[in-house]
Structures are given as structure tokens and as C-alpha cells.
């Protein structure tokens, strides 16, 4: 009971925000600092940097974990490990992009 209440509480508070969002009129307020688009950007690369190893040693450690409990399956285990770690990289790589686009504005 307390789970759905807490689901329901999540899903309105979203509902609220994204309402909010879009209420605002069309002007933008765009930071000219440089520091502050360098710290921003610093940011977006550190934490795609952390995500993605924390990502792919998680996965890497439960695919490996899975092949030493039953060898015979490292066939149908290491495709889907070798696609996980492919995206969980992109999303790094997606990462850096931005911060790359965010500094060079």
C-alpha cells in the first residue's frame, strides 16, 4: 500500500513540475559565463565517465560471474555482454558530445 501511495505521490509531482515547464513564456536565460560553461561541461564528462565504468563493471562483473557458475553458457552470455557494454559506451561517448557542444557555443 505505502509503495503505490509513493508511486502515486512520484507521478503527480511530475505531472506538477512538467506542468510548470511548460507555463513559462519563450524566453531562455543562456549563461555567457565562460567559467561557469566549462565547470558545466567538466561536469557532464566526469559523471558520463563515472556512470558508464560504474555501468560496465557492474555488467561485466554479473556476466562473468554467471560464466564461471555454468561454463556451457559463455556462448549465449557473452553476445548480449558485448551489446550491454557497447551502449552503456555510447552513453558515455553521448556524454562527452554534449559537453563538447555546451563549450564550444
Do not use: C, H
Not at 509531482?13 to 555567457?32: E, I
Not at 557492474?58 to 564461471?68: E, K, T, V
Not at 555454468?70 to 559537453?99: H, R, S
Request: no cysteine.
Amino acid at each position: 500500500m505505502k509503495l503505490k501511495m509513493g508511486q502515486l505521490f512520484a507521478v503527480l509531482a511530475g505531472l506538477m513540475a512538467s506542468s510548470m515547464a511548460f507555463a513559462q513564456d519563450g524566453t531562455t536565460v543562456v549563461s555567457t559565463n565562460p567559467g561557469l560553461v566549462a565547470v558545466g561541461s567538466a561536469l557532464a564528462i566526469g559523471l558520463a565517465a563515472l556512470g558508464g565504468t560504474l555501468g560496465q563493471g557492474r555488467a561485466a562483473d554479473a556476466a562473468l560471474s554467471g560464466i564461471a557458475r555454468n561454463p556451457t553458457a559463455a556462448d549465449k552470455v557473452f553476445t548480449p555482454m558485448i551489446i550491454a557494454l557497447a551502449l552503456i559506451e555510447f552513453q558515455a561517448i553521448m556524454g562527452f558530445i554534449i559537453a563538447f557542444l555546451w563549450y564550444s557555443k
